[in-house]
T-cell receptor, first 119, second 116 residues
């Protein structure tokens, strides 16, 4: 069965420092996409970054980067220069059956990591 | 432009009541998804529409749950005879047509349903 595992229920980071949020996944598909979403206390899920299974380079998006290790089936999110506004829940998610919007596209989510940024 | 909107934001229902949750996707988005998020958990897939066609309802937990999108835009998730275990946040998401871009989903703020 497809599965996303986030082993860190909560993380603390000092403002302006970098933090890594862990994510491992399990799938038998060769083609899949990996997503990270941020969920602030307001509840809305905000798309952060995407990595396709065939992408050879790690994805980057501003202060967010994805450390993709395909052989280990891990897709860790790295947030550089943390800001107070980064405090939120972070979810790793996977879509099977196609890297680029070519499949149905429903996402499988992990349980999330609550990140708290300290001033 | 406007994002995905959902209404109501909060709903309290007595056990046994029927509820209807509305989702307005981003204009032009072909795909629409409903997810259920229990407290302290990640969202779980309920159902998927491509335009007005409901192509997957495998995640609906029981036949008390029903979703529709009759004109291919606004969608309604209906829960009949609500039970306490239905208490959760219901998230709606939309995305562009299949084969377009990354297929990332844009989520609404959710409807928090509390069944008493």
């Amino acid at each position: 069965a497809q599965k996303i595992t986030q082993t860190q229920p909560g993380m603390f980071v000092q403002e302006k420092e970098a933090v890594t949020l862990d994510c491992t996944y399990d799938t038998s598909d060769q083609s899949y996409g990996l997503f990270w979403y941020k969920q602030p206390s307001s509840g809305e899920m905000i798309f952060l970054i995407y990595q396709g299974s065939y992408d050879e380079q790690n994805a980057t998006e501003g202060r967010y980067s994805l450390n993709f290790q395909k052989a280990r089936k891990s897709a860790n999110l790295v947030i550089s220069a943390s800001q107070l506004g980064d405090s939120a829940m972070y979810f790793c998610a996977m879509r099977e059956g196609g890297e680029y919007g070519g499949s149905q596209g429903n996402l499988i989510f992990g349980k999330g990591t609550k990140l708290s940024v300290k001033p | 432009g406007a994002g995905v909107s959902q209404s109501p934001r909060y709903k309290v229902a007595k056990r046994g009541q029927d509820v209807a949750l509305r989702c307005d996707p981003i204009s032009g988005h072909v795909s629409l998804f409903w997810y259920q998020q229990a407290l302290g958990q990640g969202p779980e897939f309920l159902t998927y529409f491509q335009n007005e066609a409901q192509l997957d309802k495998s995640g609906l937990p029981s036949d008390r749950f029903f979703a529709e999108r009759p004109e291919g835009s606004v969608s309604t998730l209906k829960i009949q005879r609500t039970q306490q275990e239905d208490s959760a946040v219901y998230l709606c998401a939309s995305s562009l047509a299949l084969g377009t871009g990354l297929g990332e989903q844009y989520f609404g703020p959710g409807t928090r349903l509390t069944v008493t």
